[in-house]
């Protein structure tokens, strides 16, 4: 079974700091996907950033961008320039490639992310 | 297209009553997911449709909670003889083939509190 381990329930920077959220996972699988959701208080779960499993290359979108160490297991998320709209629930979750996403995403317990103004 | 759409946005019921919610996906997409999420944890998947048929069922999933999507359209999750236990906030989420992978499109979710 495939586990996702976020180690920080809350996190607390000031606006305009820099914060990198940790996530580490767990499979013998070689093919996935892995994702970080913003779920701000009260409202629906949105997709912050992507990466693909093959590629090396770290995605960026715009202020986030990941730290994808595959051999470690490990899928970090920076925030640059950190917004008070940044004040969310962050998830990072994990989809096999593999039975075609029957399996769904699974996610891991969350961090609490406050930025402070 | 508004999204998903999930109805109502929260349930109040007491122990032992019988609760369904409806959740409306993106009007292309042919995937459905429910979640469940309770407080302080990460949504866990509970089920899985791929049009009308049910594909994939979470040991979560007890014989009290059934989920159906008679048409391939909306979709319909009831829990019958509610139990404290069952206080959660139900997530519905949408895909299609080609975007399954590029992460879903997630509802509002409905709130259960079972008193």
């Known amino acids: 079974a495939q586990t996702v381990t976020q180690s920080q329930p809350e996190m607390s920077v000031q606006e305009a700091e820099t914060v990198t959220l940790s996530c580490t996972y767990d499979t013998s699988e070689n093919n996935y996907y892995l994702f970080w959701y913003k779920q701000p208080p009260s409202r629906q779960m949105i997709l912050v950033i992507r990466?693909?499993?093959?590629?090396?290359q770290n995605a960026t979108e715009n202020r986030f961008s990941v730290n994808f160490q595959k051999a470690a297991k490990s899928f970090s998320l920076k925030i640059s320039d950190s917004q008070l709209g940044d004040t969310a629930m962050y998830f990072c979750a994990f989809i096999l490639y593999s039975g075609g996403g029957a399996d769904g995403l699974t996610f891991g317990k969350g961090t609490h992310l406050i930025i402070q103004p | 297209d508004t999204g998903v759409s999930q109805n109502p946005r929260h349930k109040i019921t007491k122990r032992g009553q019988n609760v369904t919610f409806r959740c409306d996906p993106i009007s292309e997409h042919n995937r459905l997911y429910w979640y469940r999420q309770t407080l302080g944890q990460g949504p866990e998947f509970l089920t899985y449709f791929q049009n009308e048929a049910q594909l994939e069922k979470s040991r979560l999933l007890s014989d009290r909670f059934s989920a159906e999507r008679p048409k391939g359209s909306f979709s319909t999750l009831e829990i019958q003889r509610t139990e404290q236990g069952d206080s959660a906030m139900y997530l519905c989420a949408s895909s299609n083939r080609d975007t399954q992978f590029y992460g879903y499109t997630f509802g509002s979710g409905t709130r259960l509190t079972v008193v």
């Open positions: 990466q693909e499993a093959y590629k090396q």
